[in-house]
């Protein structure tokens, strides 16, 4: 069983839909999360941390449910420029940074 | 602003050679890390270090080694390139958050 596993996608969603992707990670000592973005042939960059009281920036909304050991990613309001792929990352303990596969969105018209 | 540079964007070598990769953050980081991103595989671990001259194996470890003489530095060294190595290599450095390198591309022939 993987780290930390996600749905490929691709999810294909029309603007201004809301989409929601999950992450499932396997190690219960995992100590903080995060979810990235990577734009094609870019270098991914951070999008939120994700806390255990659940957060929220802007249109994205980002939970936590330890019990059951996932992670998900709220998207209102899509916009084109959301499209990109999503990574889900997991701080295993020692700084030891362990990423999901990505799930890819696509925005369309 | 954050920043972590890596020596070589595009890298053509022959199998064989040894290549070095080297990454260099300015954030006085303690964590950095070398990881490959392939299609369908997402990005794997192949070294982390945690402090200079400490280093420690991730999940794909083997045909490749890593040195850190100074806390800034981070090389990946890949003693004898094989073709089965071509892939886009990114570097990270980190304190809780993760901070990318822009990648290097390297195509063994």
């Known amino acids: 069983r993987k780290e930390v596993e996600q749905d490929p996608g691709p999810f294909n969603v029309p603007e201004g839909a809301t989409v929601a992707f999950n992450c499932t990670y396997s190690?219960?000592?995992?100590?903080?999360f995060f979810w990235y973005r990577q734009d094609c042939r870019k270098e991914p960059k951070l999008l939120m941390s994700?806390?255990?009281s659940g957060n929220e920036d802007g249109r994205f909304t980002a939970q936590l449910n330890r019990a059951s050991q996932y992670i998900s990613l709220l998207i209102r309001d899509s916009k084109l420029s959301d499209s990109a792929t999503y990574l889900c990352?997991?701080?295993?303990?020692?700084?030891?940074?362990?990423f999901g596969t990505g799930t890819r969105l696509l925005v369309s018209p | 602003d954050v920043k972590v540079t890596q020596s070589s964007r595009y890298l053509v070598k022959r199998t064989g050679e040894k290549v070095f990769l080297e990454c260099v953050q300015d954030?006085?980081?303690?964590?950095m890390f070398w990881y490959r991103q392939d299609p369908g595989l997402g990005l794997r671990l192949i070294y982390f270090?945690?402090?200079?001259?400490?280093?420690e194996k991730g999940d794909i470890p083997e045909g490749y080694s890593v040195s850190r003489e100074k806390k800034e530095r981070f090389s990946l060294i890949l003693e004898s390139a094989s073709t089965n190595q071509t892939s886009m290599y990114l570097c990270?450095?980190?304190?809780?958050?993760?901070?990318f390198g822009p990648g290097t591309r390297l195509t063994v022939l």
């Open positions: 990270a450095s980190s304190q809780g958050l993760g901070f």
């Open positions: 190690n219960s000592a995992s100590q903080s």
């Open positions: 994700v806390y255990s």
């Open positions: 990352v997991v701080n295993e303990g020692f700084q030891k940074l362990v």
């Open positions: 954030m006085d980081h303690e964590n």
């Open positions: 270090s945690y402090d200079v001259k400490m280093k």
